[in-house]
């Protein structure tokens, strides 16, 4: 005990996507349940939960780098690592010095009987299921620092990309139940929660274990009362029909213009070297028909570079294909090699300079695209859902409008966490458009 008293502390640090962060809060409202409750910052905890990620090398060697760190600063806790790179190099893991419990994916979920087990013999463990035998969905919903909540609807992939570890990392793909979820939802409009932003890992793939629709979902979470905002954190092509972007655009109450898609690489080959489950002529199909529709929506695109495979002639092809696309940015990812995938079969290798060289172009075609998307709001008024106040100004808000432009604008910080109408008037940076409350 670190206080005197007989309450147990616990401090919780994650890397990766938002669906580890989801579940980290899940473990936390388990340990709570416990009675082991949150350390405050300047607090001593008796308990340690780094919930790692695995995506590319340099995850994993935050992961290492975090653990150490953590385990010097408080030498006494129990120290728990949990997440993909536990889950895909658990030998590894546990060899770092200090770490007393290795908690695989689908154990992370059940944190409180190991830390029980750990109590009662002070014996090190490492609990870590083979993916194949990751089955369970166990929910998590986490209120994001601000007025935003991220529900897990889905978890685990059966696609198997081969640049990809994720399938190894989370298991199959499995779903929540909708009721579950619906719930989770009205729990969050309970709390004041105004939107919330539908995470999982392939979320497109929600219910094909179940027998559930995706559309159904949303449906259901679209009458939530309270709820005002609704994102789909990011969707495979293949998986947005069109009766979903047509259902968003016609009917929908609170899902938002707004839409993150994977492209991955703008070249067919690449993409069939990828293991990709749809070309570029999907792709361009699924973007014209959200054009059409919702011509004011946001779209955000995903893209590698210097996969394996990617020639100068692909390249050049992915390029002009990347930039032939009338979307609102890319999100940039340079290749990260993988121990274990099926890749590393791929003999053309990029070299390091022309990845960075790739790099540099595709975020600096983003910042154009994104610079003329934004442009064309200019002068017009859309709705913003106030987030947080600026740090250091004081009387300045920061929020997003329907369409994801994210805005700043004088404004009394009584406007947190409700939507009212702005006029964007003009660039604060690339990132940030100024606007004024009306
Ligand atoms: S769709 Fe492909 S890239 Fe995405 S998680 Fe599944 S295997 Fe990985």
């Given amino acids: 005990m670190t206080d005197g008293s007989n309450i147990l502390k616990a401090s919780y640090h994650t890397l990766g996507c938002k669906l580890n962060f989801s579940e980290t809060s899940a473990i936390g409202m388990q340990l709570s349940g416990r009675g082991i409750v949150r350390a405050l910052p300047d607090e001593i905890p008796d308990i340690v939960v780094v919930n790692t990620c695995s995506v590319t090398e340099v995850a994993d060697k935050k992961g290492r780098s975090l653990i150490r760190r953590l385990r010097s600063r408080w030498p006494e806790a129990t120290l728990v690592v949990t997440g993909c790179y536990a889950q895909l190099k658990p030998q590894e893991v546990s060899s770092i010095e200090g770490v007393d419990i290795v908690l695989g994916n689908d154990e992370k979920l059940r944190i ?50 081969t640049y990809c570890t994720i399938p190894f990392a989370r298991g ?64 495979e092509p293949n998986l947005l029909t069109e009766e979903i972007v047509r259902w968003i ?100 290798q990029v070299k390091q300079e022309d990845k960075h060289k790739r790099v540099a172009m595709l975020t600096k075609l983003s910042d154009e695209k994104l610079r003329a998307f934004s442009r064309l709001f200019i002068g017009t008024s859309r709705p913003v859902l106030w987030e947080h106040p600026d740090a250091e100004d004081e009387g300045v808000m920061y929020g997003h409008t329907d369409n994801y432009l994210r805005v700043r604008a004088k404004a009394s910080p009584s406007v947190y966490n409700t939507i009212s109408p702005a006029f964007l008037s003009g660039f604060r940076d690339i990132e940030t458009l100024e606007a004024t409350t009306l």
């Fill in 249 to 348: 655009a016609d009917e929908s109450r609170a899902f938002m213009p707004s839409f993150h898609i994977p492209l991955q690489s703008g070249s067919d080959e690449v993409l069939r070297l990828m293991n990709r489950r749809y070309r570029t002529d999907l792709f361009t199909d699924r973007i014209v028909m959200i054009r059409d529709l919702m011509p004011d929506a946001f779209i955000g695109v995903d893209i590698i570079a210097g996969a394996r495979g990617e020639t100068e002639e692909e390249w050049e092809r992915s390029f002009s294909y990347s930039e032939s696309l009338p979307v609102s940015r890319f999100h940039v990812f340079p290749y990260s090699e993988r121990p274990g995938t099926k890749a590393l079969a791929i003999s053309h």
């Fill in 172 to 235: 199959r793909s499995r779903s929540g139940r909708i009721a579950d979820l619906v719930a989770e939802a009205e729990q969050a409009a309970e709390a004041g929660g105004k939107e919330i932003v539908l995470t999982g890992v392939n979320v497109g793939c929600f219910g094909k274990d179940t027998g559930e629709g995706f559309l159904e979902l949303l449906k259901r979470l679209d009458a939530v009362k309270g709820i005002e905002r609704y994102r789909i954190s990011s969707i």
């Fill in 112 to 161: 409180a009987e190991f830390l029980e087990q750990w109590e009662a013999d002070r014996r090190s463990r490492v609990a870590v299921h083979d993916y194949i035998d990751i089955r369970e969905f166990r929910g998590a919903c986490e209120r994001g620092d601000r007025t935003r909540y991220w529900l897990k609807v889905q978890d685990g992939c059966d696609y198997f990309c």
